[in-house]
């Protein structure tokens, strides 16, 4: 069946924005995610283009999971647990307390009843970090923070989820205990990272006895939809059983794949996640006209008036929350023995990184039209248009607003993460040339081969140590960035002169991509060039 020509038409147009909105975004030096949202609001607004609905099991089940799993995989197990109680603070309290206090002002200022108005409240609660990531990521924030963000957004879904539940609970049935809603909540989050310990475990037992990428890679991408559909099944918490399976496989992944399956699904992953955070982000913005269609018996002004107050709400709520709870936490530390410092300016950037995204458009959207005894879902269009107000105010204003906030802060810092990096490195060559000192005593290389290689780990070595225990000065840093550079130039001849070889019709394609892919790889190994900059900091604090 083929499409007719409007369609067709109209289709290659969107596709056509989209990618030329991707391919702007790096040059005006705006995120992607916000680029896009906005490219969607002018291209839905435009005369012409078909109305798209975003279906809400395109979120929650098709798209949310292999996201949530791809971030709780690559998040480090280590930085989530000494960031617990934060992240817990957050994706907990800050989701109740933003559930209940958008809740009292809609109930005050947009007359909706309390069970709807907690069903607003539930929807906006949850973060959205693929922005805010994005720019603290590009600006080189404390990777504190950007744990506690990623934390934050990967358990709080769950959480707003099972608080929607019980709320539209209240508004289609017209009843509610608190009782049962606790023993639900507590059922729901203990069942859910219980599916998601029983996946990954089957995961790990069948991945150890695996060794083909491919198979690898695919048994990766379902892994997020094994347990978040196992999980709904049993009525637990979907969206944990899948955090929990990407932590747990994240973990022993160095255990269960091989140096091609590490590369080939990195670069499988990196395309996935932003495709489909391309693709959400361009059907969010495509969603307003279909979202304003149904409110016409509203003016334009008190739309907008509701959709600011309660955006106004949920900006506010997070720095108050955060400053109240470090107020309270900083009474409490003066009876502990090694208090934990933090800054007021990682709290305040923290307060700032509070965007709404696609989750939250979604539970509106899945808002069923109807309650148990027939009645239309109360106010449902304007809990669906004030949900879209907050997503686009969110990220447009924190988005756009942060990296100023960050710089103006003085955060933006990737001294420790850089310093780390080298330690790692200089420790793995460490041990690779006591190794070798070992296979050599034990006669099974021969001395040329062992003073061969031994040259190689010895100049890298020598590298980091000389940047990690000295204050380089211009000799040191052309010696450090020296080798990588010339061994680059010599990688690309060699390019240069395969691509020679198939231009004659000496070589087959086929030869010149199997030639061409180990370059790549032999370049990839290949330390990165550090900036004067750079190394001026990490080099600041000797090191034994």
Do not use: C
Not at 245 to 267: I, T
């Amino acid at each position: 069946m083929s499409l007719d020509h409007h369609t067709s038409l109209a289709l290659l147009g969107l596709l056509g924005a989209a990618t030329a909105l991707l391919a702007l975004a790096p040059s005006v030096r705006i995120p992607y995610p916000i680029l896009l949202v906005l490219g969607g609001l002018t291209l839905g607004l435009a005369p012409g283009v078909p109305k798209i609905t975003l279906p809400p099991a395109l979120v929650l089940v098709a798209v949310h999971p292999p996201l949530l799993y791809s971030e709780a995989f690559f998040v480090s197990l280590r930085q989530l647990r000494a960031n617990a109680r934060p992240i817990s603070q957050l994706a907990v309290g800050l989701v109740l307390a933003t559930t209940a206090a958008v809740a009292a002002v809609a109930h005050a200022y947009l007359q909706l009843s309390w069970p709807a108005a907690f069903v607003l409240g539930a929807i906006v609660a949850p973060t959205d970090p693929t922005a805010a990531t994005t720019i603290a990521r590009r600006l080189g924030l404390p990777r504190r923070i950007l744990t506690i963000i990623q934390g934050e957004s990967l358990i709080n879904d769950g959480v707003a989820l099972v608080a929607y539940t019980f709320a539209l609970t209240a508004v289609v049935t017209g009843s509610f205990s608190i009782w049962r809603a606790g023993l639900s909540y507590i059922i729901n989050v203990a069942g859910g990272i219980a599916v998601g310990l029983a996946i990954g475990y089957l995961i790990r037992q069948v991945r150890r006895s695996l060794d083909d990428p491919p198979v690898e890679i695919t048994i990766s991408l379902l892994t997020g939809y094994l347990a978040y559909l196992s999980a709904e099944l049993l009525g637990v918490s979907g969206v944990l059983a899948t955090v929990t399976v990407g932590v747990y496989v994240g973990w022993h992944a160095p255990e269960l794949s091989s140096p091609q399956q590490r590369l080939q699904a990195a670069a499988v992953w990196d395309i996935v996640v932003f495709v489909l955070n391309a693709l959400l982000f361009v059907l969010v913005g495509l969603q307003f006209p279909t979202v304003l269609s149904g409110l016409h018996a509203t003016s334009r002004a008190t739309l907008f008036a509701y959709a600011g107050v309660v955006a106004g709400t949920v900006i506010i709520t997070r720095p108050l929350w955060i400053f109240a709870v470090a107020t309270l936490r900083q009474f409490s530390q003066r009876t502990r023995a090694q208090p934990v410092h933090e800054s007021w300016q990682d709290r305040a950037v923290v307060s700032w990184m509070g965007m709404r995204g696609a989750v939250s458009l979604a539970m509106a959207l899945a808002l069923p039209n109807a309650s148990d005894n027939g009645t239309p879902f109360e106010r449902r269009d304007l809990i669906v248009f004030v949900t879209f107000a907050v997503i686009l105010a969110t990220l447009v204003l924190q988005g756009l607003t942060l990296p100023y906030l960050i710089r103006k802060l003085a955060l933006g810092d990737e001294h420790r993460e850089t310093e780390e990096e080298l330690m790692a490195r200089l420790r793995a060559a460490d041990a690779a040339i006591a190794r070798l000192e070992e296979l050599l005593e034990q006669e099974q290389v021969s001395p040329e081969v062992a003073e061969q290689v031994s040259r190689l780990y010895t100049s890298r070595r020598d590298r980091f140590r000389t940047l990690l225990q000295g204050a380089p000065d211009q000799s040191t840093e052309a010696v450090v960035n020296a080798i990588p550079d010339v061994r680059r130039e010599l990688l690309q001849a060699e390019r240069r002169a395969l691509i020679e070889l198939r231009r004659t019709g000496e070589i087959d394609d086929e030869v010149v991509r199997r030639v061409m892919r180990d370059l790549d790889l032999e370049e990839l190994q290949l330390e990165p060039r550090l900036p004067p900059e750079t190394l001026e900091r990490v080099a600041g604090t000797p090191h034994p």
